[in-house]
């Protein structure tokens, strides 16, 4: 598979422009020329120059500046956020295809209940109750999308625990966290990274869109959804301001889902090539 992978132009420009963004992300403070927060009224709506490589926002901000701070609530929660839904929805489902019986019945049932309320409207009720913020808005997050990982690693694991090395583990004694830990994990392994993959993109508009609707990042903190809410109070008079949080958006999210896509394509390879 990593072969196949690193001879996919297109995964690897996708992992050039993610690995790049995380680590301006990370080192914000030493590529952001301004403070993302400091404003001028005077310098409002400047355009590009190279002191201000984006212009200046209507409060006279660096928008380059805020783009780079931005980088770290948009992109490291939301990587936050996918560890923590695949982590419980990959316990969920090795634990229930492997026990399987009344267990399994049991465990996917509740998983049935938390998949047939509406992600948006259940994202939106769980942050109406708990309250604004990005705290929140990562719970949220996890609660509606953790029973479909569950329950797709769940169908793999029923694919894997009647394989041969998986039942002659069982039947010489072997405890059944050894079997999930040293068969079933390393079996399913690839697909879990694939799905994260796919899905990265989705909670990343996610986190945007409700802190484009003033549910996640609060203003005047520097968030890639937040920087477009206020760009769409100018939005008439100067509607390039949407352009750099939008094209950061569009940009980071497409190039997941191709990741994704490459990497399906490299575990399809791999099985075909058996």
């Not at 399987?100 to 509740?110: H, P, Y």
């Not at 708990?130 to 694919?159: H, P, Q, T």
């Not at 409700?210 to 609060?218: E, H, I, P």
Request: hydrophobic share 50%; glycine share 10%.
């Amino acid at each position: 598979m990593l072969r196949n992978l690193l001879e996919d132009r297109v995964a690897l420009l996708c992992l050039a422009v993610i690995g790049l963004t995380v680590l301006a992300g990370l080192f914000a403070p030493y590529v952001a020329p301004h403070d993302p927060l400091a404003g001028n009224i005077l310098y409002k709506f400047k355009s590009m120059s190279w002191n201000y490589p984006l212009g200046t926002d209507q409060q006279g901000r660096c928008v380059f500046s805020r783009l780079i701070y931005g980088i770290k609530p948009t992109i490291l929660l939301s990587l936050l956020t996918m560890a923590a839904t695949i982590t419980l929805g990959a316990a969920y489902g090795l634990v229930s295809g492997s026990a399987g019986g009344m267990i399994d019945e049991a465990l996917m049932r509740f998983c049935d209940v938390m998949l047939s309320f509406p992600s948006q409207v259940m994202i939106l009720a769980v942050v109406g109750m708990l309250g604004v913020g990005m705290e929140n808005v990562i719970i949220a997050n996890i609660l509606i999308k953790w029973a479909f990982y569950a329950r797709m690693i769940r169908g793999s694991v029923l694919g894997y625990r009647n394989r041969n090395y998986v039942v002659f583990s069982r039947t010489t004694g072997s405890g059944s966290w050894f079997i999930l830990s040293r068969h079933m994990l390393p079996a399913v392994l690839p697909e879990i990274v694939v799905l994260a993959s796919l899905d990265t993109g989705w909670v990343i508009l996610n986190i945007s869109t409700l802190s484009f609707l003033g549910l996640g990042v609060q203003a005047p903190a520097p968030e890639w959804g937040a920087m477009l809410n206020e760009a769409r109070q100018v939005i008439v008079a100067h509607p390039g301001q949407m352009l750099a949080p939008g094209l950061a958006v569009l940009t980071l999210v497409a190039a997941f889902n191709m990741l994704g896509d490459s990497l399906r394509d490299a575990l399809e390879i791999k099985g075909s090539g058996r």
